[in-house]
């Protein structure tokens, strides 16, 4: 990484989002996230940002640890399961209708 390359704004949501995820595990207080969030978006290159978070452990990637390994496909189960349950609520009030006519 060139340090002294122009930080671009998405550079800067990554490091606040990243501060955040910092914040969240307790490593950081609010006022600190405060603090830092505020130094991002004066930062100007990537040393700016990378200062920043160097005193903070390396996270693991978001994407990969929000998921099982096939986040689409718990996307689609929870998609199916939702749609039984709509069906089946459907059937019964379509059966109790018929029934108190």
């Keep these: 990484m060139d340090v002294e ?3 671009s704004d998405d550079d800067r949501h990554r490091v606040v989002a990243e501060l955040h995820r910092h914040t969240t595990a307790g490593r950081l207080t609010l006022d600190e996230f405060s603090e830092r969030a505020g ?4 930062a100007r290159t990537l040393g700016d940002l990378a200062a920043l978070t160097r005193d903070l452990p390396a996270l693991p990637d978001p994407a990969a640890a929000a998921g099982d390994g096939d986040p689409i496909g718990h996307g689609r189960r929870e998609l199916l399961v ?3 349950v ?3 609520t459907l059937l019964l009030l379509g059966g109790f209708l018929a029934a108190t006519r």
Excluded at 39 to 42: G, L, R
Aim: hydrophobic content about 90%; cysteine-free.
């Design 39 to 42: 130094a991002v978006w004066a």
């Design 5 to 7: 390359l122009r930080a």
């Design 86 to 88: 709509a069906a089946l």
């Design 82 to 84: 939702l749609f039984a």
